[in-house]
């Protein structure tokens, strides 16, 4: 008998009939001779609409009351769909996150697993019940809830999986997988059927929303095989996995596999006199905080530093502040320029053939249109440009790299 984790995001459960459909796709696994963990999402807007109330009654709410409030929303899902499935006759029981024995470290909002003790969930599928675990949260040392960040269900998922040592870890969402780029904004994307760890990964940390990135370390670590897929169809999704298994489908024949984009990005600008130490500063204390900095360049002009970097819009105003303490003591000016996008092309080998960032460079000169700031690893260069570009950028990288349906 296989054990399966079948995730499922909170556009899957956003009404009675819905939670209903994903009930009827678990009891059809689990008769279909499986074991089967469930791991839900709060149902469709619940967790915004609770961020949203929560900045209503207070503009700075204490971040441990914030992983209270927000952890209530996936609890709404688990117990609501164990109902489901209690009505169709199959036994079935519902779980939190600390009662799956998921313990985190004390971070609140943006916890990181430290380890599960899976004893619980065992000794009830032993007992032959489906079990409904409450994704994106867990335990933290002092024994309060915490929340694992946005997305942090997908990360559940893959945890337990590892954890289980599971033959089988399902993504449902709303799409019915990867695709060379979202198919709101180019309508002849094509969905990818296979894809590396590292592919994904890098997609996902650049603004493709179907997978949170740390989910995907998590699955590449641990070995974890993924099939992203639709709830609403029984099409095949995507399957991510490892470069060794899918040698031979796809790694010689696309040296891009897709384009993805990300407009929740802002670009912050310090002009300062040469002062020692400023870059690992601003490092130091941004990490102290919990920013990240996605791209960073600096540059040396009329004796003054210039520092360019992006971060997530979401922390805009953190950064300005943690900025003015570091300008204290020294002649500096800040700016932030709030109107850029991040677009990137994914695909193996992309640093070692300089004939794709030359293409790359050359449509986006072609299109008119200008970059600030360049990124090149491995297997991913992102471009800074206008937000209004994106679109056209996008929609010329994706036919330009002949991404497009046959």
Known sequence: MSLVVMKFGGSSLANPDKIKHVAEKIVI???NNNRVIAVVSAPGDTTDDLIK?????????PLREMDMLLATGEMISVSLLAMAIYSMGERVISMTGSQAGIM?????TRARIKKINPKKINDQLAKDNIVIVAGFQALNPIGDITTLGRGGSDLTAVALAAALESDLCEIYSDVDGIYTTDPRVVEDAKKIDYISYDEMLEMASSGSQVLQSRSVEVAKKFNVEIHSRSTFSENEGTIITSEEK???KKMESFLISGISFDKSQVKFTISALNVPGIVAEIFSLFYGVGISIDMFNQSVSNKSNIISFVVNRSDMNKTQEELN???LNC????????YVAKVSIIGVGVKS??????KMFEILRKSGIGISMISISEIR???IINESDVVKAVEELHKGFGLSKK
């Open 331 to 338: 002649e500096a000016s800040i700016s932030c320029d709030e």
């Open 246 to 248: 899918i040698k031979g």
């Open 104 to 108: 985190a470290n004390k971070d609140y």
């Open 353 to 358: 053939h300089n004939i794709v960032a030359a």
């Open 325 to 327: 303490k570091i300008t």
């Open 381 to 383: 260069i992102s471009c």
């Open 53 to 61: 109330m929560a900045y209503e009654i207070n503009c700075n709410p």
């Open 29 to 31: 696994k689990k008769r």
